[in-house]
C-alpha cells in the first residue's frame, strides 16, 4: 500500500503535490522504491512530494522517468525554492503529526539540556539536517518505529 495525499491540505500545498501523488498513486509505487531511485533517502522525497524539500534537476528527471510525468511540466513545478513549514496548524490535529509535537513537548527540554552538555550552547541544524525512518520488530513480535534525526551543531556566537 503507498501513501496518499491528504486533500485537505491542497490549499497550503504547491501545485507539483498533486501532480505527484497522482502518479505515485497511480504507478503504486512506494516512498522507499522513489528514494532507490533518486539516490536519496525516503523521508528527503516525500518531503519533496510536498514541498517542503528542494529537488535538483536530476532529481526531477528520475521522478518524471519513473513516475512517466512530463519532464517540462514537472521541471516547472519544482525548480522553485521552497515555502518551508507552512503545511500545518499548531498543534497538529492529525494524531501521527501530533505525537511527534508531543514527543518535543515531553522531551525538549531534556534533549535540549543533553545536548548543550555534549556540545556547549547552541542548536542543532535543521538545515545541514538527515533523518531516516527505520522498522524494527523485538523479541515478542512488537513492532517498533526508528526515526534518527543528525543535524550539524551549530554554537552560539559571541558578538
Not at 500500500?1 to 502518479?23: I, K
Not at 528520475?62 to 513545478?77: N, Y
Request: charged letters at 25%; glycine letters at 6%; aromatic letters at 10%.
Amino acid at each position: 500500500m503507498t501513501s496518499t495525499l491528504d486533500a485537505s491540505l491542497l490549499p497550503r500545498l504547491p501545485q507539483v503535490s498533486s501532480t505527484l501523488f497522482e502518479a505515485k498513486q497511480k504507478r503504486g509505487v512506494s516512498f522507499e522504491a522513489l528514494a532507490s531511485e533518486l539516490g536519496r533517502d525516503e523521508v528527503a522525497v516525500a518531503a519533496i512530494f510536498y514541498g517542503q524539500c528542494q529537488a535538483s534537476k536530476e532529481d526531477i528527471e528520475k521522478l518524471a522517468s519513473v513516475l512517466e510525468i512530463d519532464h517540462d511540466q514537472l521541471r516547472r513545478q519544482l525548480l522553485k525554492f521552497p515555502n518551508r513549514g507552512h503545511v500545518m496548524d499548531m498543534p497538529p490535529k492529525e494524531p501521527l503529526m501530533y505525537r511527534l509535537f508531543e514527543i518535543v513537548q515531553n522531551y525538549g527540554y531534556a534533549y535540549k539540556a543533553v545536548l548543550n552538555e555534549k556540545f556547549g550552547d547552541g542548536i542543532m541544524s535543521a538545515i545541514a539536517f538527515s533523518t531516516h525512518v527505520a522498522a524494527e520488530t523485538d523479541e515478542q513480535g512488537n513492532k517498533w518505529a526508528v526515526i534518527t534525526m543528525r543535524g550539524k551543531w551549530l554554537p552560539f556566537t559571541r558578538f
